[in-house]
T-cell receptor, first 111, second 116 residues
């Protein structure tokens, strides 16, 4: 069966520091991968998605970036964090248009 | 582009009472609709989905939803809630991308609080 992992589970970082969040999927190949951010009271916002290695589409202009160095690995990065980057980051994978499966999430607090 | 509106940000309800969480989407030629549940500090779990066919969709944990094309709605219902149903519920619609895949457009969520 397929599983999706995210780490770290929680992270506290100062403003201006770099960020790297990792997501990996097991038990499937060539999945579509997604990064969402959930800010308090604002629902889920799609940040990036990827249909294959090295293929990244950005939904919202911001100081975040994403990379997909391997088929089942998706990384969310920032060179300098802002206070507004605080939130709950969710990675998801899907094989079709029908369903997406979400990871456990990373709680990021920027201080 | 698609959009999803969840009309209630919070819904308090007593245990064993029925509940309806409302969701409306913007119209489209074809649409796939989903309800997800999120417990505190966890990821999202799929409750149910509408792809085609019967407009009444049954999901896990006793939830069901009805797709109404004329009203562009996909309301979630449960005839008798339990304390354990306390969580946040998200409605989502699947929207095509230029890459040939689909992305989800989520509503802002409804926080269901079941009272003893």
């Amino acid at each position: 069966s397929q599983t999706i992992h995210q780490w770290p589970a929680t992270l506290v970082q100062p403003v201006g520091s770099p960020l790297s969040l990792e997501c990996t999927v097991e038990g499937t190949s060539n999945p579509n991968l997604y990064w969402y951010r959930q800010a308090a009271g604002r629902g889920l916002q799609l940040l990036f998605y990827s249909v294959g290695i090295g293929q990244i589409s950005s939904e919202v202009p911001q100081n975040l970036s994403a990379s997909r160095p391997q088929d089942r690995q998706f990384i969310l990065s920032s060179k300098k964090l802002l206070l507004s980057d605080s939130g709950f980051y969710l990675c998801a994978w899907g094989e079709s248009s029908y369903e997406q499966y979400f990871g456990p999430g990373t709680r990021l607090t920027v201080t | 582009a698609q959009s999803v509106t969840q009309l209630d940000s919070q819904v308090p309800v007593f245990e064993e009472a029925p509940v309806e969480l409302r969701c409306n989407y913007s119209s489209s030629v074809s649409v796939y609709l989903f309800w997800y549940v999120q417990y505190p500090n966890q990821g999202l779990q799929l409750l149910l989905k509408y792809l085609s066919g019967s407009t009444l969709v049954k999901g896990i944990n006793g939830f069901e939803a009805e797709f109404n094309k004329s009203q562009t709605s996909f309301h979630l219902r449960k005839p008798s809630v339990h304390i354990s149903d306390t969580a946040e519920y998200f409605c989502a619609v699947s929207d095509p991308t230029t890459s040939g895949t689909y992305k989800y457009i989520f509503g802002t969520g409804t926080r269901l609080k079941v009272l003893a």
